[in-house]
C-alpha cells in the first residue's frame, strides 16, 4: 500500500505546485482564473468587494497550494528533506506580494473587472 500513498501524495503535491507560487507561468491559466470567480462570487453578494474578492481569492489560492504541496510531499516521503523554510517563505511572500501588484493594476486599468462589468462596457 506504499505506492497508493506515493501516487496520493504526487498528485497532491502537482495539484498544489499548479497552485503554488513556484509556478509563475501556470499563474494566468489557474490562479487568476479561480480568484476571478471567487470575485464575482464575492461581487455577487457585495458589488464594491470585487477588488477585495480578487486579491483574497488569488492569496488564497497560492497558500492551499503551498498547503496542497507541502501535505503530498509529507505523504509521498518517509523522511523530511531539510531545506531552509525562511528563505523559501520570503521568497513565497515576495512573489505574492509582486502577483498581488499586477493584479491591483489590471484591475485599476480595467482589463479584469466584475462579471456585469463585461456586459456594460461600451
Do not use: C, Q
Request: aromatic share 14%; proline share 5%; charged share 15%.
Amino acid at each position: 500500500m506504499a505506492w497508493k500513498r506515493k501516487i496520493s501524495g504526487g498528485i497532491l503535491a502537482t495539484i498544489g505546485y499548479l497552485l503554488s507560487p513556484l509556478s509563475w507561468w501556470n499563474d494566468a491559466f489557474v490562479n487568476i482564473p479561480l480568484a476571478l470567480l471567487f470575485a464575482w462570487l464575492v461581487s455577487f453578494l457585495y458589488p464594491p468587494g470585487f477588488t477585495a474578492g480578487l486579491i483574497l481569492g488569488y492569496w488564497l489560492t497560492n497558500v492551499l497550494g503551498l498547503v496542497l504541496m507541502h501535505k503530498g510531499a509529507r505523504k509521498m516521503l518517509s523522511e523530511k528533506p531539510t531545506v531552509d523554510r525562511r528563505r523559501e517563505l520570503l521568497i513565497d511572500v515576495i512573489v505574492s506580494l509582486v502577483y498581488t501588484g499586477v493584479i491591483v493594476v489590471l484591475v485599476r486599468v480595467e482589463i479584469l473587472k466584475p462579471f456585469s462589468g463585461y456586459f456594460n462596457s461600451r
